[in-house]
């Protein structure tokens, strides 16, 4: 077995496939990571979230990375990570259409919504106002274990 760099075009196409990934961010120099769900439209990732640390922290220090990887046959399997910065999509006419176009690629995938859409310890039963980003990809790189 070897490791092989994938072309960016493999990168990008890994990130078409998934849905799950995993989104890392940083404050005061501490890192942070937590699964999200997630579409890819070829240049931008968007991201359906409920407010907490990763909006808290990705709102003072926009550099975000998600990364996603599929497992094969044989322990075979493919990560990648895109980095980038993050964009917030509020609730208001300037970001309307881009907030309906993430919504509508987020729901092509059954339970889009998790797990994004609770909080651990919440039961307020205050509704929470969705929170919409993308992160605008400025790098992607992809590894995969493949057959000497």
Known sequence: MAVR??????????????HVGHLACVHDN???????????????????????QKID???SNPNA????EESGENH?????????IYHELPDTTVYHNE???????LQKR????????????TGSGEP?????????IDQISGRELVAP
Do not use: H
């Open 65 to 68: 990375c998600l990364q996603v």
């Open 99 to 105: 907030r309906l176009y993430a919504w509508s690629l």
């Open 76 to 84: 075979r399997w493919k990560s990648v990570v895109a980095q980038g």
């Open 5 to 18: 760099e994938m072309t960016e075009r493999e990168s990008r196409e890994l990130l078409a496939r998934g």
């Open 30 to 52: 501490r890192p942070y990571v937590v699964p999200v769900s997630y579409a890819f439209d070829a240049e931008k990732l968007y991201v359906f979230s409920l407010t907490g």
């Open 128 to 136: 929470e106002v969705p929170i919409f980003f993308n992160i605008s």
């Open 110 to 121: 059954s339970f889009w919504w998790e797990p994004g859409s609770s909080k651990p310890g």
């Open 57 to 59: 922290w990705l709102r």
